[in-house]
């Protein structure tokens, strides 16, 4: 009897310890998830992926067709019995010896287990970058990057939970900035952040990829630029108008049909011309002021323009289009154009941007197109979901690719910013832009061309 009890004591023992660590994890989950995640859950995973990186490496490198096998005869030396006595006998064995690339470090932060990898002999980086594919796929990550560290390491980035399927709302900052502006975040989740002065940017989506949260991260993000005087917009959006049209006061100009669209792009080069002639021998790159502003050009599908509009009219304004690419970019002069198809006959001009963004795709071949040779892989855009607009694989200035998702502009705040944010100037396109040579004889633009605001008020 006494047994009895004394079994159903410990039962209960046993049983509340085995139950309390759930309970309390329970308790704590639903009380204050953050904290739980910050101090429990995320690091039991992140330790967990580096575990399996270390345990599962040699298999991972062989599965991959990383590793390289030789055979090599192997001798022992043992005691055989025989009648009764031991004697010494060699016997030969044929065995198979692996080499693998170096895992040289497995780190972790947030949502990324990174991977630092030295190459084996007879091996090479690229070799590394073809297998990433693989490694993600076997780690069950939702993506991956390359960085080349030195000719013979490579980093590989395993985005092993995905921080960009929430969507997150844009906001103001407030802050002058021209060299950059802030359009969202990296799948690191860290800020994703657009150089813009010195840079012509072509942004390559299909219909509704999100262009439109890009083409107004770009804007709205220079508002502030634009308030003080330092930046200069110019709109072209020959779909009606319908989306420049929201945030239209932040512009100087902007034009909705193909013929004001050229009338646009001759005034701009006027000013380009004008701009080179007064910095002709005094400086190489322009230093945006009030007095010198950076004009951005942002055109709204590009291709009406430059491929869908009467012969003439393409013909001229990809010429001037063409020149405002080659010459703008050190005369303080850059352009943002959105296009859905990246194929040559639509944009003939694709090789005069310096950078590009691209959306979802609908081929591999497009990937290619946009972001350059062996990047349908490495930076798959043909494989961006529909269900997360505004995500886009980019390549770095240090050449590695990588996913991004930009804020989402809502019509009402780009209402919002380009009303307490008017351009302070707007330019007349009806009156004919002048020569450089007429133009070279003044220091300024002249006051009837260009008229402040309050002054149309
Ligand atoms: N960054 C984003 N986050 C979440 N939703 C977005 C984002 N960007 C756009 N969207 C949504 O996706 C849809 C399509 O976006 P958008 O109009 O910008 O596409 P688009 O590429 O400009 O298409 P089109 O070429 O037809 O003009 C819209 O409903 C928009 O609200
Ligand atoms: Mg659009």
Redesign the pocket.
Known sequence: MLRLIGNAVGCREALALAVAPALVSGVWVTTSPQTYERFCAGPARRARWRRWARKSWADLCRGCGLSASRTTKSRTVGLVPKEGKRFAASQSQTVTVWTHPTLMDVTTSGDLLRLMVRTRTGQTVADLEAAAAPFAAAAGARAFRCIHMTPSAVEIVLVMRDALTE?REAGMTGEVSVNAVSL?RRQDGTPWHLSVTGRHTLVV?C???????IFWGVCAGLAPAVRAGVVQLWGVDL?RGV?VGIGKPMFSAVATDPASAVQLLTRLLAVLEERGHRMAGRTRLHQPTQAEPLHVLAID?LAVLTAYTDPETKKEASRLLAEILTQGRALGVVVLA?V?DPRKEVVGLRGLFTQTIA?RLRSADETRMVLGEGTATIAPSHRISPAV??TAWVVDEDGSTDRV????WSDQLVRQVATSHPAPMVEDLTTPAESPAQASTRARPPRSRRTRVSEVA
């Open positions: 969507v969202g989506g219909s509704g990829s999100g262009k439109g949260s779909k989306e599908e959105c859905q959306l607009p505004g998702r930009a804020d989402w």
